[in-house]
């Protein structure tokens, strides 16, 4: 009966937990070698891991990976416990995903290729303008 009313009472008291918090982490600064078993083995510490999404080898989300979780408590102690957590010589970052943040980030990414083929554009028009003028 006791272990009931610790497993309850753990969550009455973390009722109130701040916006950002949710099941999915972000990971980055992750060993480019390490695989998702190892991952398991170290988040699986907190709670029931739902899934692990590794970013890929050869591009840009080398070193990063998505973990979720089954209850936002694990993932709210995991990222207690494990942020600066020392792998294979590199610290941790372990976040709650933000989609909106991830989106915003994808939207100015996009908006700056869109501005850089503008000044292509006009600098390609400067350059026949500059030679139809001599």
Do not use: C, W
């Not at 078993?37 to 989300?61: C, P």
């Amino acid at each position: 009966m006791n272990d009931f009313a610790a497993g309850s009472s753990r969550k009455s008291t973390n009722s109130r937990l701040p916006p950002e918090v949710n099941r999915i982490l972000y990971v980055r600064n992750l060993p480019f070698k390490i695989t998702a078993e190892e991952l398991y083995d170290i988040f699986g510490k907190y709670g029931a891991v739902y899934q692990i999404r590794l970013g890929e080898r050869s591009k840009d989300t080398r070193g990063t990976a998505f973990v979720v979780y089954e209850d936002i408590y694990d993932a709210k102690r995991a990222v207690d416990h494990l942020s600066g957590f020392n792998v294979g010589g590199r610290y941790l970052v372990v976040m709650y995903y933000q989609p909106a943040k991830f989106q915003r980030k994808a939207d100015n990414e996009e908006k700056q290729r869109e501005l850089q083929e503008l000044r292509k554009q006009i600098a390609a028009k400067k350059a026949k303008m500059a030679a139809e003028g001599n």
